[in-house]
Each structure stands twice: as C-alpha cells, then as structure tokens.
C-alpha cells in the first residue's frame, strides 16, 4: 500500500481490481448518497440501518427492490469492514 501511495507502477497495478459492471451503476450511486448521510458514533462510522436507508429512499425518490436493498447492505459491510470474511 505504501508503494502504490507513492506512485509505484507495479504496486498501482497490483491494487487493480476487475472492471466495473455497468448493470450495478446505480446501486452504485445510490450507496455513495447513503455512505455521505452516514452516521458517526463514538466508533466510528455506523452501519447502514433500515431507517437509514428508508430515508434515503424517501427523499430522493428510490424505489428499491428487496435484492437492491441487499446489495446495498453488502457494500456497507465492505466498505466498513474491508478485510473480514464471512
């Protein structure tokens, strides 16, 4: 990881992951609202909740499907917990 912050071709390279499917965009974009609306407790940033999500929902007009809403939760967990396995 230090060698890719310092530019390292070979360790930038390493860090490359498979190519983004165009089918999960807007999964995408709607994770990136939830994630910047997130709550921040004494731990650190907090999980995705049901209301959380609900909200966003809400607001900006989502209608999100069951599955949606699973992908949704599953991005949460890899983005705060990157390196665990289930």
């Known amino acids: 990881m230090a060698a890719a912050a310092k530019g390292n071709a070979t360790a930038l390279a ?3 992951g498979p190519p983004f499917p165009d089918a999960l965009g807007g999964v995408w974009d709607i994770f ?3 994630d910047a609306m997130r709550a921040v407790g004494f731990n650190g940033p907090e ?4 209301t959380h999500i609900a909200d966003g929902a809400r607001l900006f007009g989502w209608t999100l499907e069951p599955h949606e809403v699973e992908a949704l939760v ?3 967990l ?3 917990y ?3 396995e289930e």
Not at 47 to 50: A, E, G, I, L, V
Request: glycine share 6%; hydrophobic share 40%.
């Open 14 to 16: 390493a860090l490359e």
């Open 32 to 34: 990136q609202r939830l």
């Open 47 to 50: 999980r995705f909740t049901p």
């Open 74 to 76: 599953a991005l949460d």
């Open 78 to 80: 890899v983005t705060l």
């Open 82 to 84: 990157p390196g665990d």
